[in-house]
């Protein structure tokens, strides 16, 4: 099944030296592996648009109960306590819980990078994993707003980069702080010696850029700002644009910048209600978003997707406003067109690379058997998902990940969590 298609009924899907070859009826390929799938949805990966991946590693410590227990403060804290190892662990973290969800591409969006080594280390984590993924380097929470990025270690990572491409998998992108930020829940702005040079790092060469913008009330006409100083285009990617207004709904728009959503993040945080409605309306560009485990749990993408499908409906007064297959799509050929993945995945069709998930319809819980896209967005838990598959390799099959011991990890994971709060009593 293919979002934006209708969905093809005893079809084969033929994969061959990390492509999609052919799609269609008794494909003969004698010299194949033949994977039976009978009864099965086979559709595109997911694909998350936004996730700092470097969190997954505080998965559920975020709560209300007191100040020094909100996202920030935690994050902040803890975060200082990370190095390489850590770094390389929460990725390796992160992708098993993405395979796990069917997610076959993420965007992490770094900002946690305290070294050169923290860099590298979680890159490295990345490449282990088998994942596709955009790594966007950013500055920590930590770093003075008149202090530039690091340009000669992202020089060196960008001259370098065939070390650690996989063959394209990975993608480099920058997590800029753009021209407006928030310090203390108030606005303040970024030095324009500052944003310009760091925004300079991608443009000069040719690389996106990824913003947090209108997400809380303090950061109110960030994209406005952005606007006026012509700053928006097709390499920009807004996260979250909670607060965003009709005019920078617009500017957006014309640009062909896209927004990348995460209403359970957004909620929890209370940055506000995400404009799906008035997004789509304008045409803009949409992709959805883990962001992080810190605050939502499991990496679920299918949760965010059935929730960007709820606002669209609320906020049109109309249970018709989004069907399934427009979920979906954002789920996957969107939001892989909004990290300009759209020529390599999002979609399945010879000559795209074999990023695809098998999903099994005999669980209780998918009875009875209905539309598939509706099946797919409401009920279809991680056990449901047989198969992940990225780059024609296969990374969860029958329930059991190939590349990653889930026992060691979660030893590891153990172990380091506790060490981790424990330095910090």
Excluded at 292 to 318: C, H, K, S, W
Excluded at 322 to 329: F, G, I, K, V
Excluded at 345 to 367: C, E, F, H, N, Y
Aim: overall charge neutral.
């Amino acid at each position: 099944m293919m979002p934006g298609t209708t969905a093809l009924i005893d079809h084969d899907v033929h994969v061959r030296d990390h492509k999609i070859v052919a799609i269609g009826k008794a494909i003969a390929a004698p010299a194949a592996i033949r994977i039976d799938a009978p009864g099965a949805i086979v559709m595109p990966g997911l694909v998350d648009t936004h996730w700092h991946v470097w969190t997954t590693l505080l998965r559920n410590l975020a709560d209300n109960s007191s100040d020094a227990s909100g996202y920030f403060a935690m994050t902040g804290l803890l975060g200082q306590r990370f190095g390489p190892a850590e770094m390389r662990l929460a990725a390796r973290l992160a992708a098993a819980d993405a395979i796990d969800h069917g997610i076959t591409t993420v965007h992490d969006w770094c900002h946690n990078i305290r070294s050169p080594a923290h860099a590298r280390a979680a890159l490295a984590g990345l490449q282990d994993s088998g994942l596709r993924a955009r790594f966007s380097y950013g500055a920590t929470r930590e770093t003075p707003f008149d202090r530039p990025l690091d340009a000669a270690d992202f020089t060196r990572l960008h001259d370098g980069w065939d070390e650690w491409s996989a063959d394209g998998r990975l993608t480099l992108g920058l997590g800029w702080r753009g021209v407006l930020a928030t310090v203390d829940g108030r606005p303040s702005a970024v030095p324009e010696a500052v944003w310009r040079a760091d925004l300079a790092l991608a443009r000069d060469r040719g690389l996106p850029v990824s913003v947090h913008a209108n997400n809380s009330a303090a950061n109110r006409g960030h994209i406005r700002q952005l606007a006026e100083r012509r700053l928006l285009d097709r390499d920009v990617q807004l996260v979250h644009a909670v607060n965003a207004e009709a005019d920078e709904i617009e500017a957006v728009a014309r640009s062909g910048a896209s927004v990348s959503l995460a209403p359970s993040s957004e909620f929890a945080a209370g940055f506000g209600v995400p404009p799906v409605s008035a997004l789509r309306q304008a045409g803009v560009a949409i992709g959805a978003s883990v962001d992080t485990p810190a605050l939502v749990g499991p990496a679920d993408l299918l949760r965010e997707l059935r929730m960007i499908q709820g606002l669209a409906n609320a906020q049109a007064g109309d249970e018709m406003a989004m069907p399934p297959l427009d979920a979906l799509a954002i789920g996957t050929r969107e939001g892989a067109t909004s990290l300009g993945l759209g020529g390599s995945t999002g979609t399945l069709a010879p000559g795209k690379r074999a990023d695809l998930i098998v999903i099994r319809r005999d669980a209780l819980s998918l009875q009875p058997r209905a539309d598939p896209a509706t099946t797919i967005l409401r009920s279809v838990r991680p056990s449901d998902i047989a198969l992940v598959m990225v780059d024609g390799t296969i990374l969860k099959r029958d329930g059991q990940l190939t590349r990653i011991d889930r026992s060691a990890l979660a030893s590891a994971v153990a172990e380091t969590s506790a060490r981790l709060l424990r330095d910090g009593r």
